[in-house]
């Protein structure tokens, strides 16, 4: 079974500093995709970035980028120029790229980013 | 695009009572449906998912059921809520091979 693990609960950085989020995850599949997700204190859930695993270039989207290392199956989260909008809860996500009737979204437990003004 | 609308966003119910959660997706046919409950400040744990209607695959023996009547609608229920029952409940969809798309959540609370 696949999973998901996030090392760090909390983390904190100075606003226009960068942050550096990790997660790791196992699984036997060799075609799935990566995601971050954001909950901000509205809980709504709001995708960050995703990484498809057959893809080498790691994945962008302005002032986030992650680092992938399928190898090592490590997948990054890194944020640039932090801004106060930025503190929320990040969770990390799996999801099989294979067509199965087993087709799961599985999540990290998070990391709760806090910025500092 | 994609869109998940979840009601209602809040809900209080006693112990003992009925439950009805409804998820619908608009944006997109033949999804995989999801429903999450999350702990405060805590992960989502997966409960049940559902790759087709009246398909259904639960994640963990709890008092809670899930159906899929149609295509884009996905329905939580209970017989009988209990205090434990209480918690944020999450609704996402997304074809295979895509990111989950999520509603704004239900916050249940049992007394």
């Known amino acids: 079974a696949q999973t998901v693990t996030q090392s760090q609960p909390e983390m904190s950085v100075q606003e226009a500093e960068t942050v550096t989020l990790s997660c790791t995850y196992d699984?036997?599949?060799?075609?799935?995709?990566l995601f971050w997700y954001k909950q901000p204190p509205s809980r709504q859930m709001i995708l960050v970035i995703r990484?498809?695993?057959?893809?080498?270039q790691n994945a962008t989207e302005n002032r986030f980028s992650v680092n992938f290392q399928k190898a090592a199956k490590s997948f990054s989260l890194k944020i640039s120029d932090s801004q106060l909008g930025d503190a929320a809860m990040y969770f990390c996500?799996?999801?099989?790229?294979?067509?199965?009737?087993?087709?799961?979204?599985?999540f990290g437990p998070g990391t709760s980013l806090s910025v500092i003004p | 695009s994609q869109t998940i609308h979840q009601w209602p966003a809040t809900l209080v119910q006693p112990v003992g009572s009925p439950l009805s959660l409804e998820c619908t997706v608009e944006?997109?046919?033949?999804?995989?449906l999801y429903w999450y409950r999350q702990a405060a400040g805590r992960g989502l744990q997966l409960l049940f998912y559902?790759?087709?209607?009246?398909?259904i695959s639960s994640e963990v023996p709890q008092n809670l059921s899930a159906s899929r009547p149609q295509d884009r609608q996905f329905i939580l229920s209970s017989k009988k809520l209990l205090l434990s029952d209480s918690g944020f409940y999450l609704c996402?969809?997304?074809?295979?091979?895509?990111?989950?798309?999520f509603g704004q959540g239900t916050r249940l609370t049992v007394v």
């Open positions: 996500a799996y999801r099989s790229g294979e067509k199965t009737s087993y087709d799961k979204v599985i």
């Open positions: 699984t036997s599949e060799s075609d799935y995709y």
């Open positions: 990484q498809e695993a057959y893809k080498q």
């Open positions: 944006g997109t046919s033949n999804p995989n």
């Open positions: 559902s790759v087709g209607i009246g398909q």
């Open positions: 996402a969809g997304g074809r295979v091979g895509t990111e989950a798309f």
